[in-house]
């Protein structure tokens, strides 16, 4: 009974995390104002590059790193919280993320 036990536990937990990574393309969004412009012709790299490459690709790599911090031992839940939120409103306040 045991070993169905921990199989059953282990399923759970990898649909859980399968959720969770579906959701990070809705939630998580992160908009980057750029427009490259020459002459007549301006892209937006957000719609026309980014989003071109991989829908949503901007929050899926901000999730990696944020696992990729979070396997690291020096770094802590609060800390990361505190990395994205500081890195957040600076990159706000220089104009390289839109609101």
């Known amino acids: 009974m045991g070993d169905k036990l921990t199989a059953f536990t282990e399923a759970?937990?990898?649909l859980g995390l399968?959720?969770?990574g579906a959701l990070i393309a809705s939630v998580v969004k992160i908009n980057v104002p750029f427009v490259f412009q020459m002459g007549e012709?301006?892209?937006n790299i957000?719609?026309?590059v980014?989003?071109?490459i991989m829908p949503a690709l901007l929050p899926?790599?901000?999730a990696a790193l944020i696992y990729w911090?979070?396997?690291k031992k020096w770094m802590s839940v609060t800390r990361v919280i505190l990395v994205v939120l500081v890195i957040s409103i600076a990159a706000?306040?220089?104009?390289i993320l839109a609101p």
């Open 92 to 95: 706000a306040g220089f104009g």
């Open 50 to 52: 980014l989003d071109a």
């Open 18 to 20: 399968t959720v969770v």
């Open 69 to 71: 911090l979070l396997g």
């Open 46 to 48: 957000q719609s026309d």
């Open 12 to 14: 759970a937990s990898v």
């Open 60 to 62: 899926a790599v901000f």
């Open 41 to 43: 012709v301006s892209l």
